[in-house]
Structure formats: C-alpha cells, structure tokens
C-alpha cells in the first residue's frame, strides 16, 4: 500500500510510504537535506513502523521542534490509526 503524506513545520513537501502489513518496504521524501532525507530512506527500509516512530519521533532540526525524521514518525502514526495496523 502507498501513502502520501505532507509534512509540515520542514523542507521537504512530500513523504511517499510504501508499507506491506506493519513494514516499510520503501519511502521517497521529496525535497528537504538530499543526503538525509536519502540516508533516513535506506535506514527504514525493511524495519516494523513501530521501531521507526519510537526511534525517530521528536527529534527536533535545530531551533524546530520538528524535523523530517519526526515527521515521517507522525506519518507512520497516521497510516496506523487509518489502516489499524498493530
């Protein structure tokens, strides 16, 4: 399954999540830090999206109190709540 999520309060403008059951299979995150955004991509691939929120959520970007990291952490919680995933 595919979800689109805009992130807000951050560069990038779009976070494309490929999730099979409770696993990230794959994530884009249009614009933003190349090098992170493309770095956080390959980290998450394959993990449960409960690791990926516990690990990445409220990690702010300095003086933020967000971050695309934390971000993509409110993304997984959406696809959660909308697709009752344990």
């Excluded at 976070?15 to 099979?20: G, S």
């Excluded at 409770?22 to 956080?40: D, E, M, R, S, Y």
């Amino acid at each position: 399954m595919e979800y689109r999520y805009k992130p807000n309060g951050v560069c990038s403008r779009e976070m494309i999540i490929e999730v099979d059951g409770n696993i990230v299979k794959k994530l884009t995150i249009v614009g933003g830090c190349a090098g992170n955004t493309v770095g956080i991509s390959k980290l998450v691939e394959g993990m449960n999206i409960n690791d990926v929120i516990k690990r990445l959520k409220g990690i702010p970007c300095g003086i933020k109190s967000t971050s695309c990291p934390d971000q993509l952490a409110k993304a997984l919680e959406e696809v959660k709540e909308k697709y009752i995933i344990s």
